[in-house]
């Protein structure tokens, strides 16, 4: 189970991002990240990461929710799953 801490979405101009923050069940926390149409990245954080989340208000991000993620990227929580399970075994996750 993903509980989400920050979904930010930014789409001025040309861009069309997401960058979201959230904790697994566990209490390990992450970052995630991606252009719509592209492939997901993910990258391991030592803590909730509040700076950053203000960071990405600060340059367009816009606060959505989870419907808005799960509408622009529907496979989104069973990527993070899969992804995750995958990279936590071959010692990949950042």
Excluded: C
Excluded at 43 to 64: A, F, M
């Amino acid at each position: 189970m993903i509980n989400f801490h920050f979904i930010g979405w930014n789409n001025e101009g040309s861009h069309d991002k997401i960058w979201t923050s959230f904790s697994d069940e566990s209490g390990n926390y992450y970052i995630g990240w991606g252009r719509r149409g592209s492939k997901l990245q993910f990258k391991r954080e030592s803590s909730r990461p509040y700076t950053t989340e203000r960071s990405k208000k600060n340059r367009g991000y816009s606060e959505v929710d989870s419907f808005v993620l799960f509408t622009l990227f529907p496979a989104f929580e069973e990527t993070v799953a899969e992804l995750l399970f995958v990279r936590s075994l071959d010692g990949s996750l950042r």
